[in-house]
């Protein structure tokens, strides 16, 4: 049997999330400065072997700040997309399952949805619900639903219409049995792919709304709020900024490359 050979560039991104997942559980085993104390003797140091990537304004370590910001953008993006799937998949076999009136309902309404800009739904929701790190989650939960829910429809219509789902029914196989033996699986397998690109989109939605200020407040390490503070000191103190950006960025290309390489995978296709 042969071991199938994962590309580099797919190894390499699974080793950024590995590592990004250690600062998220274990932060202090890679950073075990506090990311909280004030030291205004080491106000914006450039990086060095003492501060790896700086400090910022308040003396702060920027590197520790960075580190420990992964377990809240990790958290949002996991949560979020984990709430979406969860709502989305049920909407969506609700609406294909169902058909007729049920599934128009349901279409139109996501529809609607679909029309406004993830990131505008989101921000309407936080003006809702308030700021913070829960009502952010909830935020990009709700603007990613209808996206989800959409798939899990287009992918139960396929395979309701199926030979095997045909003839559960006509032996008699009840509704509901029939949904959760035959048409969930078959629906699950393409959503996990997708939910791993949505990782990124949640995480990218978390920190665009941290840096216009409707995320977690001062002096809380996250890479969103990280950005919004170092946009004053680009010139002075570039660092503030650039590293905290640099693992936002980071994070979202690697569960991207991760989720093309899952689609290719189960398309045939790698």
């Known amino acids: 049997m042969r071991l ?24 202090g085993i890679v ?31 920027i ?9 809240y953008s990790l958290t949002i993006g996991l949560g979020a997309t984990s709430i979406a799937v969860t709502i989305g998949l049920a ?31 989101s921000m309407a929701v936080v003006a809702l619900l308030g700021t913070g790190s829960v ?16 798939i899990v429809r287009s992918q139960v219509l396929v395979v309701r219409t ?9 032996l008699g196989q009840r509704r509901w049995l029939t949904l959760m033996r035959h048409v969930l699986p078959n629906t699950i397998g393409p959503l996990i792919v997708l939910s791993t690109l949505g990782i990124g989109s949640a995480i990218l939605s978390s920190a665009a709304l941290s840096y216009l200020g409707l995320g977690p407040k001062p002096p809380t390490p996250e890479w969103g709020l990280m950005l919004a503070e170092g946009q004053g000191y680009l010139r ?14 980071l994070t979202v290309i690697s569960t991207t490359v991760l989720g093309r390489y899952l689609k290719a995978l189960s398309d045939g296709r790698a």
């Open 135 to 150: 009502n952010v989650l909830i935020a990009i939960a709700i603007a990613e639903i209808p996206r989800y829910a959409r």
């Open 91 to 121: 909407v969506g076999l609700v609406a294909g399952s169902a058909g007729g009136a049920v599934d128009l309902a349901f279409m139109r309404v996501i529809d609607v949805l679909l029309a406004f800009p993830a990131l505008f739904m």
């Open 236 to 249: 002075r103190a570039w660092w503030i900024g650039v590293f905290p950006g640099l693992f936002a960025t």
């Open 162 to 170: 199926s030979g095997y789902v045909e003839a559960a029914r006509i």
């Open 4 to 27: 199938r050979r994962v590309p580099f560039g797919v190894a390499l991104a699974a080793t950024v999330l590995v590592f990004l997942a250690l600062c998220a559980v274990a932060p």
């Open 63 to 71: 590197f520790s700040r960075v580190v420990h910001g992964a377990s």
């Open 31 to 61: 950073a075990p400065k506090d990311p909280y104390k004030i030291s205004l003797l080491h106000t914006l140091r450039p990086p060095s072997l003492e501060f790896p990537f700086g400090t910022d304004q308040l003396g702060r370590d």
